[in-house]
C-alpha cells in the first residue's frame, strides 16, 4: 500500500464501492447469511444513513477513487449515551496495513466528541482479527447483548466506555 491513503467521511460516490467491500468481506467468510450487514436494506445507500443524524458518521479509507474500507457510528438502539462502532470492513487486497485501526480511532474520537459515554459492536467469532483489534482499543467482551441484536447471526459482544 502506498501512503497515498486518506481517512475521510463518506459520500454518495462512495456508497457502490463500500457496500461491495461489506459483501465480498461476509461472502468471503461464509457469512453472506440472514442476520448480518450483508442484507443491511441501508447498505446500498450508508452515505444517506449516516448523514441523517449528526450523531452519526461514517468514515471511509480512500487511495484516489478507490475505497479501501470504512468503519461507523451511531446511536445504539433507544439509548443515547451508546454509540455503535458499525460496518467495519477493509478490502480483502488493502487489509494487514493498519487501515482497520486507522478506521476504528477515527469512529472513537467521533463518537466521544459526539459526547457517547460508550461505544458498542456486535461481531462474529470467527472474525478473530478484528477481535484482536477491537481488544487493543480497549473493548471488553460481554457474555451478551445490550440489549436486541439486530444482527441476530453476530454472536460476540463488546463494550468500550470513555469514563
Same mark, same amino acid.
Given at each position: 500500500m502506498?501512503e #497515498?491513503?486518506?481517512i475521510?467521511?463518506l459520500?454518495?460516490?462512495? #456508497?457502490d464501492?463500500?457496500a461491495?467491500?461489506?459483501r465480498?468481506?461476509?461472502? =468471503?467468510?461464509g457469512? &453472506?447469511i440472514?442476520?448480518?450487514?450483508?442484507?443491511?436494506?441501508?447498505?446500498?445507500?450508508?452515505?444517506r444513513?449516516y448523514?441523517?443524524?449528526?450523531?452519526r458518521?461514517?468514515f471511509?479509507?480512500?487511495?484516489?477513487q478507490?475505497?479501501l474500507?470504512g468503519?461507523?457510528i451511531?446511536?445504539?438502539?433507544?439509548?443515547p449515551?451508546?454509540a455503535?462502532l458499525q460496518?467495519?470492513?477493509v478490502d480483502e487486497?488493502a487489509r494487514?496495513h493498519?487501515?482497520?485501526k486507522q478506521?476504528? &480511532?477515527?469512529?472513537l474520537?467521533?463518537a466521544?466528541?459526539a459526547?457517547?459515554?460508550?461505544v458498542y459492536l456486535?461481531?462474529?467469532?470467527t472474525l =478473530? &482479527?478484528?477481535?484482536?483489534?477491537?481488544?487493543e482499543?480497549?473493548?471488553n467482551?460481554?457474555?451478551?447483548p445490550?440489549?436486541?441484536?439486530?444482527?441476530n447471526?453476530?454472536?460476540?459482544f463488546?463494550?468500550k466506555?470513555?469514563?
Amino acid at each position: 500500500m502506498s501512503e #497515498d491513503i486518506k481517512i475521510r467521511r463518506l459520500t454518495a460516490a462512495d #456508497d457502490d464501492q463500500m457496500a461491495a467491500i461489506v459483501r465480498n468481506s461476509l461472502s =468471503t467468510v461464509g457469512l &453472506a447469511i440472514p442476520g448480518t450487514a450483508y442484507f443491511d436494506p441501508e447498505l446500498a445507500h450508508l452515505s444517506r444513513y449516516y448523514s441523517a443524524d449528526e450523531r452519526r458518521t461514517y468514515f471511509v479509507a480512500v487511495q484516489g477513487q478507490r475505497v479501501l474500507g470504512g468503519a461507523g457510528i451511531a446511536q445504539y438502539s433507544d439509548t443515547p449515551q451508546i454509540a455503535e462502532l458499525q460496518k467495519v470492513y477493509v478490502d480483502e487486497i488493502a487489509r494487514g496495513h493498519g487501515l482497520s485501526k486507522q478506521l476504528v &480511532a477515527a469512529a472513537l474520537a467521533f463518537a466521544q466528541h459526539a459526547n457517547y459515554d460508550c461505544v458498542y459492536l456486535e461481531t462474529h467469532h470467527t472474525l =478473530t &482479527a478484528a477481535m484482536h483489534v477491537y481488544r487493543e482499543f480497549g473493548f471488553n467482551p460481554l457474555l451478551q447483548p445490550l440489549g436486541a441484536a439486530v444482527h441476530n447471526a453476530m454472536d460476540s459482544f463488546w463494550l468500550k466506555c470513555f469514563k
